[in-house]
Every structure is written in C-alpha cells, then in structure tokens.
C-alpha cells in the first residue's frame, strides 16, 4: 500500500514537472515579459494566502477525502484549461486563472499531504518513506522536465495540461481505492478557524523542540534556493561557459540528492536532527564554493550540495514527523510551508542585488556562511541533541 502511494506521489510530480515547464515555455514565446512573470508566480500567491488554512483543514477533517478532494479539483481545471485551449481560448487571463485555482487547491491540500505519511507506517518508518518519497520527486522532476519540454513542441500546451490532469486522476483513484490510514490521528473538530489557528501558534510557543525544528528548516531553503535558482546560471553565464554547463550543474545536484536520499535511508544514525543540521553546516561551505570560477569545482559543489541535502532531509524530516504532535501536525506543517512561500521569494532577488553590487562569489560566501553558522547553532542546541 505504501509503494503504491509514493509510487503515486512520484507520478503526480512529474506530471508538475511536465505542465511546469510548458507553462514555462508557453509564457515566455507567447507573452510580455513581465506578463509571463505574472503567469508563472500566479500560483504562489493563493497558496501563502490558504496555506494556514490547509493547516485547519488537516487536523479537521479526514486526510483522504481532503486530499482526494484536491487531486479531483486540480485535474478538472486542467481539463477546463486544455478544453478551453484548445477551442481558442488562449493568453494570460486563462494561464492566470488556472494559476490561482490550482494555487488556491494545493494551498488547502498541501499541509493534509504532510500528515499523511505519519498514519500510514510506524513511527521508525517515517524518515525512510520520507527517503522514498524525496528520490521519487527528484527522478520525476529529472524525467518530467524534458518530457514537458517536448510536449508543448509536439502536442501544445493543453497536452501538457491533459497528462498533467491524468496524473492527478490517477493519485486520488490510488488514495481511494489502495490507501487506508492505519494509525488514527487526533481530530479538533468543534474548535473555530480562529481558535484552531490560535492553538497551533500557542503549541509552537510551549514546545521548544516543535519551535526549534520549525524555525531550522524554514530557514533553509532561505539560502540553498537562490543558489541553485540564480547564483549557478550567474556564474556559468558570467564564466561564458554555456548553457550545456547549466544542465549538468542541475544534474549533479539532482544525482547527488538521490544519493543522499539512499544514504539517509540507510544510514540511522542515533541523532537525526543533531546530525542533519550538521551535515548541512558542510552544504553552507559548498554553497560558497559555487562562486568560484571553475567547471570543476561547479560540479563538484553541486554533487555535493546535492547529497547533503538528500541525507539530511531524510534525517529532518523524519524526527519532524516523530517530535510534532500528531494532533497539531497539519497546522505546524502549514507553518513551516508558509515560512518557504514567503521567505524564498524576498532571498532571491537579494542574492541576485548582491551578487550585481558586489560578485556571485561574494553573494555565494555569503549566503553559505550563514547557512553554515545557522546550522551549527541549530546543531549544537540541547534540545536538538535529544531528539533521537
């Protein structure tokens, strides 16, 4: 049962991977620039402003009927959206709209997602089905990209939109007809949103361990995204290497991730958390070895970025779903998805505003030697060190 959901899950991402990049492609040959811009963050939007709600929805009501709720709804606007294509009705108000619908239902569904791994296995099972799940969306997104990239030439974008619609079909049929929770989860059915919100913002303030982990892999993403997102294309483009450079700088971060991934899964170490942040206090110094001006050391960075955060996520995110109390872990996650959402996008332009006024090697040291000092406080924590 749990092969065939992460199996699933896998497929729903390359199906994202897929629509993604002919969304992409589309935007851009067929829009203004800074209209293509407005389609492809339409998305981001709704999912900041219903992500906490999502929260509400998780610890509420039962994951299955929610999640498959989500799946059926983001399939029919994909039909609606390849239909209307199709028919002649293109351009940047249906990219957009189908943007904010999409966004609003991953916005509500995405924290229930979360949960869900923690009612179908043991409590030791949890850091290797998050393993599973992590190798899963990075050989999709590995496979999906250039299949999307070949079907919006050959077929269009409402081709893209169809495959992308069957993969969600095919999750929801798996989620209810395979997948049933063996572990129950605490309900909070008769609180108000208000108060329910309130509840998990005061679990936060009272459980130190919960607030510590939440706040240390919010801030992650904060500088390992605008590197791979902006500093690699800066350096490879300012080194006037080519884009073929680019393409294996990506790769070697995707190869190494997947082996991170296996290494975490087999690899228990006795301190998950301690070891994760530690490993990634390495990762803060291959991030500043980015900005160096040689091939070499690109991909080698890269590879080993790559790994780190493969090994470490498994760790992470394994004590995250043990030490979260099952009974808050929709909203947590809601909070920690939040912390992405918002952060993410204010830490790329800065990086790209340093890297102009200064260099992408000073923007790399930078940002890695943050990530490397948050990271070694974060590991050196007591609280930290117990969770096992």
Do not use: K
Request: net charge positive; glycine share 12%.
């Amino acid at each position: 049962m749990v092969q065939a959901w992460v199996a699933s899950m896998a497929l729903s991402w390359f199906g994202d991977a897929v629509w993604t990049v002919a969304l992409a492609w589309t935007a851009v040959h067929t829009l203004p620039p800074a209209t293509a811009g407005l389609v492809l963050g339409a998305e981001t939007l709704p999912q900041a402003v219903f992500v906490l709600v999502g929260g509400v929805i998780a610890d509420r009501w039962d994951t299955r009927r929610v999640l498959v709720t989500g799946r059926l709804v983001q399939a029919i606007v994909l039909l609606g959206g390849a239909l209307a294509w199709s028919t002649g009705v293109r351009g940047a108000p249906l990219l957009v709209a189908m943007g904010i619908l999409l966004g609003t239902a991953t916005g509500l569904t995405l924290p229930a997602g979360a949960t869900l791994s923690r009612q179908l296995v043991r409590s030791a099972d949890l850091a290797t089905v998050s393993g599973w799940n992590q190798i899963g969306n990075r050989l999709a997104r590995l496979l999906g990209a250039p299949v999307g990239g070949v079907a919006v030439a050959v077929v269009g974008p409402a081709g893209a939109m169809l495959a992308n619609a069957v993969t969600f079909v095919a999750v929801a049929a798996v989620l209810a007809v395979v997948v049933r929770p063996r572990y129950r989860m605490p309900r909070t059915p008769h609180a108000s949103w208000a108060a329910s919100l309130r509840d998990g913002a005061a679990y936060l303030r009272r459980d130190a361990s919960a607030r510590l982990l939440v706040l240390g892999l919010a801030a992650l993403n904060v500088f390992v995204s605008p590197v791979i997102a902006l500093g690699v294309a800066l350096r490879v483009s300012g080194s006037g290497w080519g884009p073929a450079w680019l393409g294996a700088a990506e790769a070697a971060f995707a190869t190494g991730a997947i082996i991170g991934s296996i290494v975490g899964i087999r690899w228990q170490v006795a301190r998950p958390a301690q070891a994760g942040f530690s490993v990634l206090v390495v990762q803060g110094a291959c991030i500043a070895a980015t900005g160096i001006g040689s091939r070499v050391v690109l991909l080698a960075a890269m590879a080993l970025i790559g790994i780190a955060a493969g090994t470490a996520s498994v760790w992470l995110s394994g004590t995250y779903q043990r030490t979260i109390a099952p009974s808050h872990l929709g909203r947590v996650s809601s909070v920690s998805s939040l912390g992405d959402m918002a952060l993410v996008p204010l830490a790329i332009p800065a990086f790209g505003a340093l890297a102009a006024g200064a260099s992408v090697l000073t923007a790399a040291c930078v940002y890695g030697g943050a990530m490397a000092a948050l990271c070694l406080w974060f590991a050196t924590r007591p609280r930290i060190a117990r969770l096992r």
